[in-house]
């Protein structure tokens, strides 16, 4: 079962970069959510979907946009990176009220 | 949103039961506990969800207090693969009605032999 899959797992990019992050599920859900996690803390929520075409604001939702054109996936954008971006980012998605199910992350270092 | 407080690092002996606490002061009755946890840099792992009742699962067992004000996650015979950071979190609904997580900094775990 492949679950939540991220792509890609490690990058390492450049100020002033842009790049996307895939989030890809093959369960069906109708929630999908990025968040990121920076050493020593717990994961915060950027932003989330509540199904195809929508998209909310999370807790940290600056410097980055999201889309959600098909009901597998969930894209993260950075459009200009910066440094300050550096973290893990988690992809999670979850049924209804059902548990969140989450990726293994994307790695992403902004130098 | 109900925020949780947690002891930040705990230890078990392998084979003994792992008692994890959570404060969670502010919940409000329609908001359930959550339990997850993140071994290494891994994505964090479902555990075990509970509203009012105590609930069992193959995992674990998580005990709520009766005036739901804080819970315990019981891990009954821990290994060294629990060794982790446990979260215990409440779900709270967003502006659209997803079920959002707020993730706190956890307990972490150390299973020693």
């Known amino acids: 079962n492949a679950g939540v899959t991220q792509t890609p797992k490690f990058r390492v990019l450049k100020t002033g970069q842009s790049m996307t992050l895939l989030c890809a599920q093959d369960?069906?859900?109708?929630?999908m959510y990025w968040y990121r996690q920076d050493p020593g803390m717990g994961l915060r929520l950027i932003h989330y979907s509540v199904g195809e075409g929508t998209t909310a604001k999370g807790e940290v939702p600056d410097g980055y946009n999201v889309s959600r054109l098909k009901k597998q996936n969930f894209l993260l954008g950075l459009e200009s990176a910066a440094p300050s971006q550096t973290s893990v980012y988690f992809c999670?998605?979850?049924?209804?009220?059902?548990?969140?199910?989450f990726g293994d992350g994307t790695r992403l270092s902004i130098l | 949103d109900a925020k949780t407080t947690q002891p930040p690092s705990m230890d078990c002996a392998e084979g003994r039961a792992a008692n994890l606490p959570c404060n969670h002061s502010?919940?409000?009755?329609?908001?359930?506990v959550y339990w997850y946890r993140q071994i290494h840099s891994q994505g964090p792992q479902y555990i075990i969800h509970?509203?009012?009742n105590n609930e069992t699962n193959e995992m674990a067992s998580l005990i709520i207090t009766e005036d739901r004000k804080s819970s315990t996650l019981i891990l009954p015979h821990a290994t060294l693969r629990d060794t982790a950071v446990y979260y215990c979190?409440?779900?709270?609904?967003?502006?659209?009605?997803?079920?959002?997580?707020?993730f706190g900094t956890g307990t972490r775990l150390t299973v020693i032999p």
């Open positions: 502010t919940i409000s009755g329609n908001e359930y």
């Open positions: 369960m069906n859900h109708e929630y």
């Open positions: 999670a998605s979850s049924g209804g009220s059902q548990p969140q199910h």
């Open positions: 979190i409440v779900r709270y609904r967003g502006q659209t009605g997803a079920n959002n997580l707020f």
């Open positions: 509970g509203l009012k």
